[in-house]
């Protein structure tokens, strides 16, 4: 019998419920848990990271000078969500995206939800996010986010709320597909035990989608990487190699009479699909940034003239902008006609003066992000936070009202983590991934992400965050 | 048909693994020859690294004098050295990670794991110095029995091999040229030490036993030249590189290639006509010369015709 240390008094555990008595869809894996010597379990950990080290799944970290590649920690404890719970989930996410790329469609065209004043019309137009490059260009399907990563936590509440929309170029799909490899060669008697729902065709549905996005009868389809020193480049590659087509970065891209081609041993040839990896200043150096090494020369104006399908479509931040978060209901509402089956945290925008006061007045019990923000960085956590720290952002806020939201301080639901002192419950999320071509494909999974720091509820791997396989049960 | 730099990469990746291979075989057998009793061409056997990868210049400048130790020193874990061992190392292994999605997982864990045991070796010291030759070759056996016995014939499998003996026939003509121009060297006279510099010549190339099998006698300059140079039957001889670099492009998708499978042939050719006889009359060292200017020549040919794609 291992020492699992219990769930945080009223937070919401996944694995133990409130009499701390375990779960009907973990008790099989708390079973087999048992039976395990603390010695075997430490032993396969290790294994883990050995082999990680080997594949070389690293990332490197923003500001480490001496350019060290780090591993991100891995947890073999699996999130696990029975059938029900996602069959919700999938249906909620389904919805949410399909509003989302209807959202960008309108406000790049007619722009109606802002004439039916669903969304303030300078919320999006003055948005640094939107495009204005992007008004009147017509899309192949009306896709613009292809691929999205909707990050979805649990409350204490039990329910699944919705987080984050990130629909520019969300990482972290290859340590999905990663961590169940792990998992499966470590622990193979486990998949035995358990009707885990596969997560490896992946790549396959992407390359569907991808091909899907283009008006071309057999499209040749390229990943564009910045390059092998960007952190997330093992993904890059993982996911060019997957799917057996080229990474490119920009300078193997070149564009003539609006047509973009590839530089290859046998001569130019003609790209018709970039999944690009990188973001949309850095596309094209001739109207972006003049100061991108990244980027290919005219590639926007072969985007615009209907030359090459980018994916995900340039200009799709302004959607996933916090700032634009509290309207994503009401943009369900407006096009589908139908009510949002996830639930949005509240949200106040400061850009508000009342909503402002009210957060100036409750600064220790709130969590403020900027709107832009991502990565965990330039977010305060009140009630985390040393009175100097409040005090400090409070003057920031008061500067600057519009770049922040806030929102009150969520119990991330907690998972049986293994940690220095044993197992013990840590704070975690859930990003699956959402594949929208023809139709909208949701692989059954995601990936998990833990806050390792005891009661910490930044769960990013920039911030020392780790990652669990997450099983789908299915029914 | 692949991306120009995804073929530059590959090519270079095992062109680096090559290197540090021939580099670990040449060093075991210089500096075991640097230790025999009353070795008298010692100092010029640890020279011959030097002059080989162009680094004595260098090297003087950071050494009073080439002793074994400090040979082994810059030459196998110094970064300062390029072409140190553990430099090159890294630079195929920096190959490697940029294409690492065009290379089977096998063999990008292998090469990657090659580099964290070079950082371990780095840190803990290189012990014992013939295992450390050892295992760089192992390494690089390794990688290209994984490569042969997993990665799909193709362009990228053809752009591999090919780095390989591009820089497998450069060595070949370099170490042939330098050792050679030791051995005609008047200071030595002695019958023994002569025997003892081919034989270390024949072992750096892996070709000592192959030598006994075909010649059944002592090494002298004419077979030893036939058999490097000419014999077809020799892994690392120049005309076994030129043939296999011949089938290699031949093979290679596209017709980019033209002038460099035309040099490739006419260089071939040459080596499958001449006789070792010949080669000694018109001067080992001119004709050696006269190769590594064709191989250079062929190299900068290929990078012209697929590596650097306009």
Not at chain 2, 152 to 169: K, M, P, Q, V, W
Request: hydrophobic share 45%; aromatic share 8%.
């Amino acid at each position: 019998m291992h020492q699992i240390d219990l769930p945080l008094s009223a937070g919401y555990d996944e694995m133990l419920d409130a009499a701390q008595s375990v779960r009907p869809h973990y008790r099989e894996f708390f079973d087999w848990l048992n039976a395990q010597t603390p010695a075997m379990l430490a032993q396969r950990r290790r294994e883990a990271e050995l082999l990680f080290h080997r594949v070389g799944i690293t990332f490197s970290v923003h500001g480490d000078e001496s350019g060290n590649e780090r591993l991100i920690p891995f947890d073999t404890i699996p999130r696990i969500i029975p059938a029900q719970e996602w069959a919700h989930l999938e249906a909620g996410l389904r919805q949410r995206t399909q509003a989302l790329n209807m959202f960008l469609h309108d406000i790049y065209h007619d722009q109606n939800i802002l004439k039916a004043k669903k969304i303030p019309a300078e919320q999006v137009l003055v948005n640094a996010q939107f495009q204005a490059a992007m008004c009147g260009i017509n899309l192949p399907h009306q896709i613009y986010a292809h691929i999205a990563g909707i990050d979805v936590i649990r409350h204490s509440d039990g329910e699944y709320y919705v987080l984050e929309d990130n629909l520019r170029v969300p990482s972290g799909v290859s340590y999905m597909l990663e961590n169940r490899k792990m998992m499966m060669r470590l622990f193979p008697e486990l998949f035995g035990r358990h009707a885990v729902a596969p997560v490896e065709h992946y790549p396959s549905a992407l390359l569907s989608t991808l091909r899907q996005s283009s008006l071309e009868d057999n499209p040749t389809v390229v990943v564009m990487t910045p390059g092998h020193f960007n952190s997330a480049y093992f993904e890059h590659a993982f996911l060019a190699q997957q799917m057996g087509v080229e990474l490119v970065e920009g300078r193997d891209l070149f564009v003539k009479d609006l047509r973009v081609y590839m530089r290859t041993t046998a001569g130019p040839k003609q790209v018709d699909v970039i999944y690009r990896r990188l973001d949309d200043v850095f596309l094209d150096p001739l109207v972006l940034r003049a100061d991108s090494m990244l980027g290919v020369p005219g590639l926007l104006a072969a985007y615009r003239a209907g030359g090459v399908v980018l994916a995900n479509a340039i200009g799709t931040g302004v959607a996933d902008d916090k700032s634009i978060y509290p309207y994503v209901p009401d943009m369900i509402r407006f096009y589908l006609d139908e009510e949002p089956l996830l639930r949005n945290v509240p949200t106040w925008q400061c850009r508000h003066q009342d909503e402002l006061g009210h957060v100036l007045t409750h600064l220790d019990e709130l969590v403020v992000k900027e709107v832009h923000g991502a990565g965990g960085y330039g977010m305060l956590i009140g009630p985390k936070a040393s009175r100097a720290e409040i005090e400090e952002f409070r003057e920031r806020l008061k500067a600057n009202p519009a770049n922040y939201i806030a929102q009150p301080t969520l119990s991330l639901s907690t998972c049986p983590t293994f940690v220095d002192e044993g197992i013990a419950p840590r704070h975690l999320d859930l990003r699956p991934f959402v594949l929208s071509g023809n139709t909208v494909r949701i692989v059954p999974g995601g990936l998990a992400r833990v806050a390792l720091q005891k009661g910490s509820l930044v769960v990013n791997s920039s911030q020392g965050g780790g990652t669990k396989d997450a099983w789908i049960l299915e029914a | 048909m692949m991306l120009s730099r995804t073929a530059d990469h590959l090519f270079w990746m095992s062109r680096y693994l090559e290197r540090a291979e021939n580099l670990a075989r040449l060093l075991d057998v210089s500096l075991s020859l640097a230790l025999l009793p009353q070795a008298k061409g010692a100092r010029a056997e640890m020279r011959a690294p030097l002059v080989i990868t162009e680094t004595l210049e260098r090297f003087n400048q950071r050494y009073p004098a080439i002793t074994p130790e400090a040979l082994l020193q810059f030459m196998a874990l110094d970064r300062e050295n390029p072409a140190s061992i553990i430099c090159c190392l890294r630079h195929a292994r920096e190959n490697a990670h940029a294409v690492r999605g065009k290379i089977t997982a096998e063999m990008w864990e292998n090469i990657n794991a090659t580099w964290l045991e070079a950082r371990q070796l780095e840190a803990n010291g290189i012990g014992n110095v013939a295992d450390f030759f050892d295992w760089v070759k192992a390494r690089s056996h390794v990688f290209r029995g994984i490569a042969y016995g997993t990665i799909l014939r193709g362009d990228a499998y053809s752009f591999i091999r090919l780095g390989t003996f591009i820089e497998r026939a450069d060595n070949t003509a370099r170490l042939l040229d330098v050792k050679a121009s030791l051995l005609t060297d008047a200071t030595i006279e002695d019958k023994a030490q002569d025997y003892y510099a081919w034989a270390a010549l024949l072992r750096a190339l892996s070709a000592y036993e192959a030598y006994l099998e075909v010649y059944r006698e002592g090494p002298a300059i004419e077979s030893v030249a036939e058999l490097l140079i000419l014999s077809p039957r020799l892994p690392r001889s120049l005309c076994a590189c030129l043939d296999a670099i011949c089938k290699i492009l031949d093979q290679i998708e596209g017709d980019n290639g033209r002038l460099a499978q035309r040099d490739a042939h006419k260089l071939l050719n040459t080596l499958k006509y001449t006789r070792a006889e010949e080669i000694i009359a018109s001067g080992l060292h001119e004709y050696l010369s006269q190769c590594l200017a064709q191989i250079n020549a062929l190299g900068g040919t290929i990078d012209h015709a697929y590596l650097r794609v306009a």
